[in-house]
């Protein structure tokens, strides 16, 4: 987990570095290690780390390509850019670190935005591309990494958490139909909105363009569900998707700081601690959280919007 704010001036006025500072501090919990700004003119990106794979100061953000043209801050795991890495070395491409973070950059001077169509993992990140004058914001498939937005005063916001935008909007308003939903049926990731007006959530498996030249924005998806049949009888049936099960847990292994599994007690999570354990032949850290008030979330919600003027 990391924490990354932007900010774009639509009207070309220059980033006020302080803005982005409160932007990040706001949510510093969510990256501990280290912290990062990079502005140019009307741009402005700024992240603080959480440090996972390559613990060293070469995975500081933000991160540029060599000629400093792609600049990135990033939220997320690639779990598969060993394999990536090495596809981009026998295409010419150089590393100066080991993180999946610079990964995601080469793989954009490859690919460009077909880049996401070969990524493995959860992310919420941000590309500026100083030669195309665009900036990409891209969610993962399964919308497990958050991303918000927000435009006000012909200014683009994003970050990693609603609070970090609202010190900007022009009015802070409730919106009441998402605060409902999810107050009586439980309701929280049905569509873009969030619980105040005017601040959204960009798609998963979506990328969100700011056309830096035009301040023109348009959304693009890059990958959608698909069914994929199985050949052969039950036997054959489960052998595949333990084969996929096992493939999946064994990938998001991948780390160079301790494992650890948070166990409910269902059977899902214990599935997959189950086989992380074996894998890790045992050196797995396991735990659990437990509440003796079961709707004491709801509650805390509601007397929030109740008591608090926003």
């Known amino acids: 987990m990391c924490g990354i704010a932007g900010i774009i001036n639509l009207n070309q006025k220059p980033v006020n570095k302080k803005d982005l500072e409160k932007m990040i501090k706001l949510v510093n919990y969510r ?3 280290d912290d990062g700004y ?5 741009i402005g990106f700024e992240h603080c780390r959480l440090s996972i794979i390559d613990l060293s100061k070469a995975g500081h953000q933000p991160m540029s390509n060599e000629n400093t043209t792609i600049w990135i801050v990033y939220n997320g795991e690639i779990y598969n850019y060993l394999e990536l ?9 150089t590393f100066k670190s080991k993180t999946d973070t610079e990964v995601i950059i080469h793989s954009y001077e490859e690919w460009g935005e077909d880049c996401f169509k070969k990524f493995n993992g959860d992310w919420a990140l941000a590309i500026l591309d100083l030669n195309k004058k665009k900036i990409i914001l891209s969610r993962d498939r399964f919308s497990v990494k ?4 927000t435009i006000s005063n012909k200014t683009f916001y994003f970050g990693s958490e609603t609070k970090q935008l ?8 409730l919106n009441r139909d998402v605060m409902f939903k999810y107050l009586k049926q439980g309701l929280i990731d049905f569509n873009q909105e969030t619980f105040f007006k005017a601040v959204y959530k960009v798609k998963p498996k979506y990328n969100l363009i700011v056309d830096l030249a035009t301040g023109k924005i348009t959304e693009t998806q890059y990958w959608d569900y698909h069914l994929e049949e199985i050949p052969g009888e039950q036997k054959e ?3 595949k998707f333990k084969e996929l099960f096992r493939d999946s847990v064994k990938i998001r292994l991948r780390s160079d700081v301790p494992i650890g599994s948070l166990l409910s007690g269902g059977l899902d999570s214990s599935s997959i601690s189950v086989v ?12 659990s ?5 079961k709707n004491i979330l709801k509650k805390n919600l509601l007397i929030f919007f109740v008591r608090k003027k926003i």
């Open 31 to 33: 990256g501990p290690d």
């Open 38 to 42: 990079f502005v140019k003119e009307n």
């Open 85 to 93: 890495g090495e596809e981009l070395k026998r295409q010419g491409h």
């Open 146 to 149: 958050p991303l918000y937005y």
């Open 166 to 173: 609202l010190p900007f909007l022009e009015k802070k308003e």
């Open 237 to 239: 049936m489960t052998e």
């Open 276 to 287: 992380a354990k074996e894998l890790t032949e045992g050196e797995l850290n396991c735990f």
């Open 289 to 293: 959280v437990v509440s003796k008030e």
